[in-house]
C-alpha cells in the first residue's frame, strides 16, 4: 500500500482507496542546486550555471529560511556569469530585490553599486551608495567601495569628494585610511600619502 492510499473493506475483502494525500515531492535542496551552479560555471555552461544560481537565490530568500551565505555565494556566482555573458547590467535587478529584502546585505549593496558605476550609469550608482550609506549608519563599506570603484575608474576628483564627505560624517578615523592613501597617490599627492602610510 502507498502513502496517502487506505484499506478499505469491501464484502470480506480490502480494496485500496486513494485519499489524496500524497508524500511531500522530493525537491534538490540548495547545497544541490550549489553544487550544479559551481559545477556547470567551471565546466563553461554559464546559461545552466545561472538558472542554478537563480535557484539557490530564491531558495534562500524563503522568508524564516533566508540564509545570508547562500544569498552571497548566488548573488558573486550569477556576477561572474552574467559578466561573462555579456549582460553585466542583468545583476542590477536582482541585486536591488536582494537589498530591498535585506537592506543591510553588504554583497548585494557592493554588488549593485559595482554594476552600476561599470556600465556608466552614474546617477543611479550615487542614489545606490546614498541608500547604502543610510542603511549602514556609521560602517564605513559604502564609503570605501564607492571610492575604491571611483578610484578604477580614473576618477580620483569623485573618489575625494566621497572620501572627503566620509570624514565629515563618521570621522577622520582610520576606517578608511588605505583608501585615503591610495587617494593621495592617484592625485600626485605624494607627502600626505607618505604621511598616511607611515
Known amino acids: 500500500m502507498i502513502l496517502g492510499e487506505r484499506a478499505v473493506p469491501i464484502r470480506g475483502v480490502f480494496r485500496v482507496q486513494d485519499t489524496g494525500a500524497r508524500p511531500p515531492a ?3 535542496d540548495s547545497a544541490d542546486a550549489l553544487s550544479t551552479a ?3 560555471e567551471d ?3 554559464l546559461k545552466k550555471a545561472a538558472v542554478a544560481y537563480r535557484e539557490v537565490l ?3 530568500l524563503i522568508p524564516g529560511n533566508s540564509d545570508g551565505d547562500k544569498v552571497a555565494l548566488s548573488l558573486l556566482g550569477l556576477e561572474r556569469v552574467w559578466a561573462e ?3 553585466r547590467d542583468s545583476i542590477i535587478p ?5 537589498v530591498q529584502l535585506r537592506p543591510t546585505d553588504p554583497v548585494a549593496r557592493s554588488i549593485q553599486l559595482r554594476a552600476l558605476v561599470s556600465i556608466g550609469r552614474d546617477d543611479e550608482a550615487r542614489i545606490a551608495f546614498t541608500s547604502w550609506r543610510r542603511a549602514a549608519g556609521n560602517d564605513g563599506a559604502p564609503f570605501r567601495e564607492y571610492a575604491r570603484l571611483l578610484l578604477q575608474q580614473g576618477r580620483a576628483q569623485a573618489a575625494d569628494s566621497v572620501l572627503g564627505e566620509a570624514g565629515r560624517l563618521l570621522g577622520a578615523g582610520g576606517a578608511l ?3 585615503v592613501a591610495q587617494l593621495h597617490v592617484a592625485l600626485g599627492r605624494w607627502h600626505a600619502a607618505a ?3 607611515a
Open 26 to 28: 522530493t525537491r534538490v
Open 38 to 40: 559551481l559545477d556547470a
Open 43 to 45: 565546466k563553461g555552461e
Open 58 to 60: 530564491q531558495r534562500a
Open 85 to 87: 555573458l555579456g549582460m
Open 94 to 98: 536582482v541585486a536591488q530585490r536582494v
Open 177 to 179: 585610511s588605505g583608501e
Open 195 to 197: 604621511n598616511r602610510c
